[in-house]
């Protein structure tokens, strides 16, 4: 199976978010960057399939040089080659567009990504990029099987699960437990290092939003304790104070 | 110009985030000098439709065929023809897993510029920039929408619902879809939440590692219960098969953005609160005074969660 991986490069789950340039832009001092949680999800099932039943995988991302790291990362993991678009990822449909474009002439059986990235949490990129390429898509997976050229998915739904079958090609938006997260092993390392990582321009194509400014949200007042002997006065509070029950 | 709504529903009855979405696409369409309609799939009772008219909706456009349902390919393709049809520009949804795909797929029917996770009406004074929630709501981006068509979907619980009086007329919408749409086989649905579903509860409890273990949830269901709340947990619970995946709230699971959120034995890692920070109002119980949780809770109780639950409880009870 040839499988493409589409990965982005975000900030760590426990970073302290902050912006510079007055709030025009977001502050990367001190961030560590990773893999997003959920396109590692989707890295580990591909390269799971390759073991199992053979093929390629290769992982794309849409970023500025500062991004190859990420993409090593992903090659250390056992990705065979790595592609990336060079310009800022601006906006879902910008990125998708670039992943459309890139994907539409290599014929891969298999898109996967993540369900969502963790910096802008669109969720919607899947989508795009399957209305684009005239394929089915379909996120949340957090089961992908194969019998023969038929996908078997389990799909989160609101309250449930929702057990599907789809044909080859198609894109899946992933998440746990579809696979577990892999660690690079040090030859993985090693090898990641000549593996080809292939920079491509952008394709031209109208900004359809712009992202002017960013704020935070405004900070917690303290938090008022209540006496553990003493739970009527919490009931109190949160019926005439906070007027939430 | 004009605006339409995306509606789902659940068992005959529109979800609350629907409701939301027709609030905000009304309030919209008024301040654009338009109209707006809502878009209806399946077999939601039509009394159940008219009353979208309390939220300002003047009509519904209906798709009474069975055969959509979950089929989001096929969903997109009936709205951008219902949008091209009726002359619609601009496309709200209710941020899930169906209002994504939906959204994602008439943007690019439609060349639409897209903005997720949207949280206030645009300002429209130079342009139409809308706020939206970002970095799992730690912060909120501007973004202006330069394009004429536009889809949004609205974060749940960010935009209240308005309760006028108005019942919408319901006209039949037939969109002509080809089969190639129909790709995906749905083969079964499992249900497996309580009574309340998670993602839109306007209540929360939900229970960490201080648990102790998946044979004590009985307190938290029978606090739930009181409240009429939604039962979660914490990303160690879920991984340790204490409780379902599809409860786990966070970072990597579920966001939420309840009113109130009650936190009980959780001691608060950033990845857990990156998925509540937006609900309204936080409780946290826990027994250590330097669980992280506190911090960013509203009001919070040091102590047993398995003295103090009960109580609470029977406290709630009182005044329900």
Redesign the interface.
């Known amino acids: 199976m040839k499988i493409l991986v589409c990965i982005t490069h975000v900030?760590d789950?426990?970073s302290k978010?902050s912006?510079t340039d007055n709030n025009s832009k977001f502050n990367s001092a001190g961030v560590q960057y990773i893999i997003g949680?959920?396109d590692d999800y989707a890295l580990a099932r591909a390269i799971e399939l390759k073991e199992s039943s053979g093929g390629t995988v290769t992982v794309l991302n849409v970023g500025e040089a500062e991004t190859e790291p990420t993409l090593r990362k992903a090659l250390a993991i056992g990705a065979d080659d790595a592609v990336r678009v060079n310009v800022f990822p601006s906006?879902?449909?910008y990125v998708?567009y670039q992943i459309a474009q890139y994907a539409k002439n290599e014929n891969y059986d298999l898109i996967l990504m993540g369900r969502e990235s963790?910096?802008?949490?669109?969720?919607?990129?899947?989508?795009?990029v399957?209305?684009?390429l005239?394929m089915?898509?379909?996120?949340?997976v957090?089961k992908l099987d194969f019998n023969g050229d038929t996908g078997t998915l389990a799909?989160?739904?609101?309250?449930?699960?929702?057990?599907?079958?789809?044909?080859l090609p198609?894109i899946a938006g992933c998440?746990?437990?579809i696979a577990e997260w892999k660690i690079p092993s040090m030859r993985g390392i090693m090898s990641a290092r000549t593996k080809p990582l292939k920079v491509i321009e952008p394709v031209q194509v109208?900004?359809?939003?712009?992202?002017?400014?960013?704020?935070?949200?405004p900070a917690?007042?303290a938090?008022?304790?209540?006496?553990?002997e003493n739970?009527?006065e919490?009931?109190r509070?949160?019926?005439q104070e906070?007027k939430?029950? | 110009m004009g605006v339409l709504i995306f509606i789902e529903s659940v068992e005959g009855s529109v979800k609350k985030s629907s409701l939301e979405a027709v609030s905000y696409g009304a309030e919209l369409a008024k301040k654009l000098n338009t109209t707006s309609a809502a878009i209806a799939f399946g077999n939601t009772p039509a009394g159940e439709l008219e009353k979208l008219g309390n939220q300002g909706a003047g009509k519904v456009l209906l798709i009474e065929d069975g055969k959509f349902s979950g089929i989001t390919q096929a969903m997109a393709s009936a709205v951008s023809q219902a949008m091209e049809k009726e002359g619609y520009d601009i496309l709200i949804l209710a941020k899930s897993s169906i209002g994504d795909a939906v959204g994602a797929r008439v943007s690019a029917k439609i060349n639409a510029g897209l903005a997720s996770n949207v949280v206030a009406l645009p300002e429209m004074s130079n342009g139409f920039t809308v706020k939206r929630s970002i970095y799992t709501g730690k912060a909120f981006a501007l973004t202006e929408m330069t394009s004429a068509k536009k889809v949004i979907t609205l974060k749940k619980n960010a935009f209240s619902i308005t309760e006028g009086t108005g019942v919408a007329t319901i006209e039949k919408f037939q969109p002509n879809i080809s089969e190639t749409d129909f790709a995906i086989n749905v083969k079964n649905i499992e249900k497996t939440s309580g009574d309340v579903l998670l993602p839109e509860a306007e209540i929360v409890v939900s229970g960490g590692r201080g648990m102790k273990g998946p044979e004590n949830w009985g307190i938290l269901e029978d606090l739930a219960k009181a409240l009429g709340a939604a039962t979660a947990c914490s990303k160690p619970v879920s991984d340790m098969d204490w409780r379902p995946h599809h409860e786990h709230v966070g970072q990597t699971g579920i966001k939420v953005s309840p009113n109130l959120y009650i936190a009980l034995g959780i001691s608060g890692a950033i990845q857990h609160l990156a998925g509540v920070n937006s609900s309204k109002v936080i409780v946290v119980i826990n027994k250590d005074a330097d669980a992280p949780f506190f911090k960013a809770a509203d009001y919070g109780i040091i102590g047993d969660v398995f003295e103090v639950v009960p109580k609470l409880t029977e406290a709630i009870k009182k005044i329900k």
Do not use: W
Not at chain 1, 212 to 217: D, G, L, N, R, V
Not at chain 1, 223 to 228: A, E, G, R, S
């Open positions: 900030p789950t426990t978010i912006f949680p959920y906006d879902s449909y998708a963790i910096d802008f949490n669109g969720g919607q990129v899947h989508g795009i399957g209305e684009m005239n089915p898509s379909i996120s949340p957090m799909r989160e739904i609101e309250g449930g699960k929702e057990f599907l079958e789809v044909k198609f998440q746990e437990p109208e900004q359809l939003s712009k992202t002017i400014s960013y704020e935070m949200p917690k007042g938090c008022k304790f209540v006496d553990p739970v009527e919490l009931v509070l949160l019926n906070a939430v029950l």
